[in-house]
């Protein structure tokens, strides 16, 4: 039996009173302005649910934006009970068609975070301009240290030199770098962009013999040579840019914040065993004896939990091993000098003393 409804073709907003027919297979409706028009059944979609009481709006696969507009009750009913795609809501087909989005979304999230995070990193790196690599260091080094004294003193500042140059022998393509000791009361050594390394007073002072101090500073030179503080304030930005667009939010700051800086200096396991591995190298290659890395490292585990926490601004920065990961694996990894290699000090008796006290 027809019902009268109403219709509107998607092109006016003319109001059309069409009689409607459902034959089983397909919606037969035409009027005074609409001419007679076939609409399967199967191609049909409902706007909204239906509801008691409430005109029942409909459209079709030929015509999305085009509204069949039904109060008939029982035809509604009668549709209904008949095809149960009408009954609103999501059939099958719209769930698979927005589960095929989703994962295509969620794909190309992934594809983005994986070149975000994985491929640019490394090469962006080993890209940037040396101009660019030494502001952003000097940036990060004086939002690292937070007005912290650099230390200094004639002797000290030459016992350093020469430990650098004992790192230097047999190791040509040493990077460019600067080192320098501040006052920091914390355990760590860090390397920022552009081969700039940071030693703390904390971790001079806790060193028994220079070796300790010189495998610290080959691993961080590792860091350099590797190029990790650049790579990873790339993975950093980006993954701050692809929060943003995906959140609307602005992100932080990454070089005027401690926070910032802390997760910078959180590298991965990766980068810590490429760093641990140059360490291994150069310190052979100088006939320094990488025990003395070893010892300083066992020391520390034992030191962990011993230690009083900081404050102040710098509690982000942990302490040695909450910025390098794996203590214990790493440990394992550090063996003597090779049979036939005399191991040379790295220091003086006299120069190692003249580094200890370089903060006075």
Wanted: glycine share 10%; net charge negative; with cysteine.
């Amino acid at each position: 039996m027809a019902v009268s409804a109403q219709y509107f073709d998607g092109q006016s907003a003319k109001n059309q009173t069409v009689s409607v027919l459902e034959d089983g297979t397909n919606l037969r409706f035409s009027g005074d302005e609409t001419p007679s028009t076939v609409w399967t059944i199967s191609g049909l979609h409902a706007v909204d649910p239906p509801s008691p009481g409430q005109p029942y709006r409909l459209t079709h696969d030929d015509k999305p934006g085009a509204r069949l507009i039904i109060r008939d009750g029982n035809f509604i009913a009668t549709l209904v009970s008949r095809s149960s795609h009408l009954k609103g809501g999501y059939s099958k087909s719209d769930l698979s068609h927005i589960f095929g989005w989703v994962l295509g979304g969620l794909a190309v999230v992934a594809a983005l975070g994986y070149i975000t995070v994985a491929l640019l990193p490394d090469r962006v790196a080993h890209m940037m301009p040396e101009s660019w690599r030494n502001r952003v260091g000097k940036q990060m080094e004086t939002s690292l240290v937070d007005n912290a004294r650099a230390c200094h003193s004639p002797a000290g500042d030459a016992a350093l030199g020469s430990m650098i140059g004992a790192l230097a022998e047999g190791t040509p393509e040493l990077p460019p770098i600067s080192v320098h000791v501040y006052d920091i009361p914390i355990l760590n050594a860090f390397a920022v962009s552009g081969g700039n390394i940071i030693l703390t007073r904390q971790l001079v002072e806790t060193a028994d013999a220079p070796d300790e101090v010189a495998g610290v500073l080959a691993h961080e030179i590792g860091h350099v040579f590797h190029r990790h503080p650049e790579a990873q304030l790339v993975r950093m930005e980006g993954v701050q840019i692809l929060a943003s667009v995906f959140t609307g939010s602005s992100g932080g700051d990454t070089l005027t914040s401690i926070a910032g800086l802390a997760a910078l200096l959180q590298y991965s396991r990766k980068a810590e065993n490429e760093a641990d591995a140059y360490a291994r190298e150069t310190l052979t290659r100088a006939s320094i004896d990488p025990i003395g890395l070893k010892h300083f490292f066992e020391k520390i585990v034992k030191l962990e939990g011993e230690s009083k926490k900081v404050s102040g601004s710098f509690a982000a920065l942990g302490n040695l091993f909450a910025t390098h990961p794996g203590t214990e694996e790493r440990i394992k990894e550090i063996t003597p000098l090779p049979a036939g290699i005399t191991a040379k000090p790295s220091l003086s008796d006299e120069q190692w003393k003249a580094l200890k006290s370089i903060c006075g």
